[in-house]
C-alpha cells in the first residue's frame, strides 16, 4: 500500500548510513568529534563556496555595466 508504514522497497543506502553513524557514536567522544568537524568543515565550504560564486555575479555585473556603460537601458531592454 503507498504511503503506508513499510515501503514497497528497502532503502539500503538509509540502512547502511544508519549503521554507519552508530558505529561511529559507539566507538567513543573522540572519532565522534572528529567525524563532527570534518562535516563541519565540509558544510562550510560548500557555503562559503555559493557565497563565492554569489559575489563573483554581482562583481562582474557591475564591472560589465562599468566597462560598456549600460546605464541607459531600460530594466529588460536587450543590448544585442
Known amino acids: 500500500m503507498p504511503g503506508g ?3 514497497t522497497y528497502p532503502d539500503f543506502l538509509a540502512v547502511g ?3 554507519a553513524l552508530t558505529l561511529v557514536v559507539a566507538s567513543g567522544v573522540k572519532l565522534t568529534s572528529k567525524f563532527n568537524m ?3 568543515i565540509l558544510n562550510l ?3 562559503l563556496f555559493i557565497f563565492g560564486k ?8 557591475i564591472l560589465f555595466n562599468k566597462v560598456f556603460d549600460l546605464t ?3 530594466w529588460g531592454e ?3
Open 54 to 61: 554569489y559575489l563573483r555575479c554581482i562583481y562582474v555585473y
Open 38 to 40: 570534518v562535516f563541519v
Open 17 to 19: 548510513v544508519v549503521i
Open 72 to 74: 541607459f537601458l531600460e
Open 45 to 47: 565550504t560548500v557555503i
Open 78 to 80: 536587450r543590448i544585442w
Open 5 to 7: 508504514l513499510i515501503a
